[in-house]
C-alpha cells in the first residue's frame, strides 16, 4: 500500500496545484473510508488525536509540526515522503467525541482544491473494538472545464483514497500490534 | 394541444398560489450528482418514489410546478434536464453555457433563471417553449440565483466577486450590485419579498438585505460555510456544510437563535409542512427534522453526492 501512495505521490509533484484563490469547479467529490481495529476507542484516539501525531501512524508523510497542537486555526506542515509539502488548518477538535476536522491551505502535489477532512474513532460494532472512519470533500486540482487527466476528478479520488487506506491500514497494524 | 395545455398551466399556477406550496408539497426532487439521476422522495411514505436519469453531475433544481416541470442543472454536462412532473420523465436536455449550477424558477413559472459558473452569465430560458431567452452577463463564478415574489427582479450571487447582482426581469439587465461577505454561494428571499438572504461560504455569516430597497440590515454569523437556506413565516434556516448543522435566524431581529445539528455536510434545505427537509451530501440521505425543535425524524437513503441546490419540492 505505501508504495502505491508513494507511486501516486511521485506521479503528482508534476501537477503543482497554483495556491492562492480558491477557485474550483462544481462538481464536489467526496471519499469516505472505515477501518475496523481490535483495541479500545480510546487506545486508537490517544494515538492520532494529536493534530502533529500524523507522521506518527501515516506511512507517508515524514513530519508534521503543527503551530497551536490541538487549537482550531492550528496549521501543521506535512513533509510528504514522495516529495512536497502540505499546509493543513484545524478548524474543529473535540476529545469527547473522538474526531477533528481541517482543511488544507496548500494542497501541495496533492491535485485537490477545497479540500476539508474529518477523522473520527468510533466504537467498533457490537461494541468490540473501534472504527475509525476518515472522509473527505474536495474538488479537483484543476480549476476549470476540461481538465488534463493527472487533474480530473477521478485523479483528485484516487489520491485521496490512496492516502486514507495507506494510513488506516497503518493505523490498524500499529494499533493492533502486541 | 396548446390551449389544454395553457390552461392545465394556469390550473396548477392557481393550485400553487393558494395552497402553500409547502404545505402541500410531499416530494422532494434531489439532485444526485455522482449518480447522475434526480431522486423523488416521497415525504409521507419516506421512501424513493422514482429515479430520474437526468445529464452529468446534476447539482442545481428548479420545480416550476405552475409550468408542470422540473429542471435540473448538469455541471458537467453543461445543459440543464427538464423532467415532466406528471410522467416522472426527462423529456429534454438544453444547452446551458458551460457550468450551469444555480437556478430558479420565476413564480409564475414562465421562465427559469440558471447561472453559468464557468460563462460568469445568467441564462433566462422560457419554459413554455423550453428556448433560451437571453443571456445576461455578470460577474465572476455566478453561483445561487433568486426570484422575488412578483417576479419583478432576479438576484445572482456573483461568488468570486463578493456581490449580489440586482436583475430587472423585463430589462433583462443588471441595475444593481450589492456588497456582501466572502463568497457568496446561495441567496434566498423570503416569502413575503421583504427580505434577501445572502450566505457567505467563506466568511460563515448571512447578508440580510431588506427589499425592495436592496439595503444591508444585518450580517449573522452562522456555522461553517452555509449552503443552503429555506423559509417559515418568521425564521430562516441555513445548512452549515461543515459544521453539519442547521443554523436558525430570527429575520426580524436579525440574529441566530439556535443551531440543530444534522447528517455529515447538509446542502439544499426546504420547509415542507411541519418537517425541514435537509440533504446530506456525504451521507447519500435526505433528512427530516421537526420543524419546531430540530429534532431528527428520519434520514431517507437517495442517490450518491446529493445536493438539491434550488426549490426541490413539489405536490406531485
Redesign the interface.
Known amino acids: 500500500m505505501r508504495r502505491v501512495v508513494l507511486k501516486a505521490l511521485g506521479a503528482l509533484t508534476l501537477a503543482a496545484v497554483a495556491a492562492g484563490?480558491?477557485?474550483h469547479?462544481?462538481?464536489?467529490?467526496?471519499v469516505?473510508e472505515e477501518i475496523a481495529i481490535d483495541a479500545p476507542p480510546q487506545a486508537v484516539w490517544d494515538r492520532i488525536k494529536n493534530f502533529d501525531a500524523i507522521k506518527d501512524w501515516h506511512p507517508a508523510i515524514k513530519s508534521s509540526p503543527a503551530t497551536e497542537g490541538n487549537t482550531v486555526g492550528s496549521r501543521r506542515t506535512l513533509t510528504l515522503d514522495g516529495g512536497g509539502t502540505v499546509l493543513e488548518e484545524l478548524?474543529?477538535w473535540s476529545d469527547a467525541d473522538r474526531k477533528y476536522?481541517y482543511r488544507m491551505r496548500d494542497p501541495g502535489p496533492i491535485p485537490v482544491s477545497n479540500y476539508?477532512s474529518?477523522i473520527e474513532v468510533k466504537p467498533g460494532p457490537g461494541d468490540k473494538g473501534s472504527l475509525v472512519v476518515w472522509?473527505g470533500?474536495f474538488y479537483r486540482g484543476y480549476p476549470?472545464?476540461d481538465p488534463p487527466p493527472d487533474k480530473n476528478d477521478e485523479a483528485a479520488v484516487k489520491a485521496v483514497t490512496g492516502i486514507y487506506k495507506a494510513g488506516l491500514e497503518n493505523l490498524k497494524k500499529l494499533a493492533e500490534a502486541k | 394541444m396548446r390551449p389544454r395545455r395553457s390552461a392545465r398551466a394556469a390550473l396548477a399556477g392557481l393550485l400553487a398560489s393558494t395552497a402553500c406550496a409547502a404545505a402541500a408539497a410531499p416530494f422532494a426532487y434531489i439532485p444526485c450528482?455522482?449518480s447522475h439521476e434526480v431522486s423523488v422522495v416521497d415525504l409521507e411514505t419516506r421512501r424513493v418514489a422514482a429515479t430520474i436519469p437526468v445529464g452529468r453531475?446534476p447539482?442545481g433544481i428548479a420545480v416550476a410546478e405552475s409550468a408542470g416541470k422540473a429542471y435540473v442543472t448538469n455541471?458537467?454536462g453543461k445543459s440543464v434536464s427538464v423532467i415532466d412532473l406528471a410522467t416522472r420523465r426527462r423529456v429534454a436536455d438544453l444547452p446551458a453555457g458551460?457550468?450551469p449550477?444555480g437556478i430558479a424558477a420565476s413564480p409564475d413559472g414562465r421562465r427559469v433563471y440558471v447561472a453559468d459558473?464557468?460563462g460568469n452569465a445568467l441564462l433566462v430560458f422560457d419554459t413554455h417553449a423550453d428556448k433560451l431567452l437571453a443571456t445576461i452577463p455578470v460577474g465572476h463564478?455566478p453561483a445561487g440565483v433568486a426570484v422575488a415574489p412578483d417576479g419583478a427582479r432576479v438576484f445572482v450571487a456573483e461568488r468570486?466577486d463578493d456581490k449580489v447582482a440586482v436583475i430587472d426581469a423585463d430589462k433583462l439587465a443588471v441595475i444593481e450590485r450589492l456588497a456582501t461577505g466572502e463568497h457568496p454561494f446561495a441567496l434566498g428571499v423570503s416569502p413575503d419579498g421583504r427580505a434577501l438572504l445572502a450566505l457567505n461560504v467563506?466568511s460563515n455569516d448571512v447578508d440580510v438585505f431588506d427589499l425592495p430597497a436592496g439595503r444591508a440590515r444585518a450580517r449573522v454569523a452562522v456555522g461553517?460555510a452555509p449552503y443552503g437556506v429555506a423559509f417559515d413565516g418568521a425564521r430562516a434556516y441555513v445548512t452549515n456544510q461543515?459544521a453539519a448543522s442547521v443554523s436558525v435566524i430570527d429575520l426580524a431581529a436579525g440574529k441566530r437563535i439556535a443551531d440543530w445539528p444534522t447528517a455529515?455536510?447538509p446542502e439544499g434545505i426546504a420547509v415542507a409542512g411541519d418537517r425541514l427537509v435537509v440533504v446530506s451530501?456525504?451521507e447519500d440521505c435526505v433528512q427530516l427534522l421537526a420543524l419546531a425543535d430540530g429534532l431528527r425524524q428520519a434520514c431517507v437513503d437517495v442517490g450518491r453526492?446529493p445536493r438539491g441546490f434550488g426549490q426541490f419540492l413539489s405536490s406531485r
Open positions: 484563490a480558491a477557485a469547479g462544481p462538481t464536489r467529490q467526496k469516505s478548524e474543529g476536522n476539508t474529518t472522509r470533500a476549470n472545464n | 450528482q455522482a453531475s447539482a455541471a458537467d458551460s457550468g449550477v459558473w464557468y463564478a468570486d467563506v461553517l461543515h455529515d455536510y451530501w456525504m453526492n
